[in-house]
């Protein structure tokens, strides 16, 4: 049973993190989506709902994405997916429930850097940066190396560029998580491509450009994969040369979106 001693609703980002620092027990909310199933006790969950993170700004080289904005208002953005390739969509619509992706926040996603996330594997092959209160702006694929920290996430930034991007996934049923789930952006020198579920959190790799079944054949020998409860290591090794062959053909235009 999750339970809370005091609730706050933050009025300022520095009044959150004084009272995040304070104990190391004490939680930021998100859409607590997955907090309350855990069994704990926590002194003071501070709430960043008044902040004024939750919206997605556009500008001519970046799209500056709040924290607290949700799962369902990255799905239907138009813009932030068109020039997307649509990836960020495809990642979140089939998370759940349009329920839950209406409490599900992206900053808690990043900053959990979930195993299991979708959303933490798309954003990885784009080029941006998570801004935390503390720690300053931080590339998303230096930040998800990093140790866990006691700091906020207040915005997402990712930089706009020309190149092409892809996602794909596999899940036993619609609304289930995914077995893994991989995407891939091109750039100058070939192409990135990011593995999640593994069972473990999504890594990156750049690989100079290359025939498709040479990638394939790389990032499967690279990546390292693990048993759960919802796929064998054998099976998703085989997943990952199926999935990386389908988003390059993807990034490469030989099948249709």
Not at 41 to 66: N, R, Y
Request: contains cysteine.
């Amino acid at each position: 049973m999750l339970r809370i001693q005091q609730y706050v609703k933050a009025q300022s980002l520095e009044e959150a993190y004084t009272l995040l620092t304070k104990n190391r027990n004490n939680q930021i909310l998100g859409g607590m989506c997955w907090l309350k199933m855990e069994d704990r006790l926590i002194p003071c969950a501070i709430d960043l709902g008044d902040l004024g993170l939750d919206k997605i700004e556009e500008s001519e080289d970046v799209f500056t994405i709040g924290a607290m904005t949700t799962l369902r208002t990255l799905e239907t953005h138009a813009s932030l997916n068109a020039w997307c390739d649509h990836i960020i969509r495809d990642s979140v619509k089939d998370i759940v429930g349009v329920q839950l992706r209406n409490l599900a926040t992206l900053g808690g996603s990043l900053y959990s850097r979930f195993g299991f996330s979708d959303v933490l594997t798309a954003f990885l092959c784009l080029d941006c940066d998570v801004v935390l209160y503390h720690g300053g702006v931080i590339p998303l694929a230096k930040f998800v190396q990093m140790p866990y920290m006691r700091d906020i996430i207040t915005h997402v930034i990712v930089h706009k560029n020309k190149e092409r991007k892809a996602f794909a996934c596999v899940r036993k049923s619609a609304t289930d998580l995914s077995l893994l789930n991989i995407s891939a952006s091109t750039y100058e020198k070939g192409y990135v491509i990011c593995v999640g579920a593994r069972p473990y959190k999504a890594v990156r790799f750049e690989i100079e450009k290359l025939a498709v079944e040479e990638v394939c054949q790389v990032v499967s020998e690279q990546v390292e994969l693990d048993d759960n409860m919802r796929a064998s290591k054998e099976y998703r090794r085989k997943l990952v040369g199926a999935l990386c062959r389908r988003v390059l053909e993807q990034l490469e235009g030989k099948v249709c979106k």
